[in-house]
């Protein structure tokens, strides 16, 4: 498997995206990752919306530090 990227949707929303294929394997990391970061209850992060082969986080660009949860997203999507 590819490693994941994390990219930009806007200012207030960040993908991360595993692979370009729709695959049960990727699906269950991007479960995992979800529900991670939902329980994880990150301080500005209004939601986190799987689908099957990425995840969107969507944030209060006021409330978060940018750079922090790109790294924090990068590390989750690794493990």
């Keep these: 498997m590819s ?3 994390v990219v930009s949707a806007g ?3 960040l993908i991360v995206e595993f692979e370009e294929r729709i695959d049960p394997a990727v699906n269950e990391r991007v479960i995992r990752l979800a529900a991670a970061l ?3 209850a990150i ?3 209004r939601d ?3 689908t099957y ?3 969107a986080v969507f944030f209060d660009p006021l409330r ?3 750079d922090d949860l ?3 997203l990068e590390r989750g999507a690794s493990g």
């Design 3 to 5: 490693k994941p990227r």
């Design 11 to 13: 200012d207030s929303t």
């Design 38 to 40: 939902k329980s994880a």
């Design 43 to 45: 301080a500005g992060v």
């Design 48 to 50: 986190v919306v799987p």
């Design 53 to 55: 082969r990425s995840v």
């Design 64 to 66: 978060t530090q940018y």
């Design 70 to 72: 790109v790294r924090r």
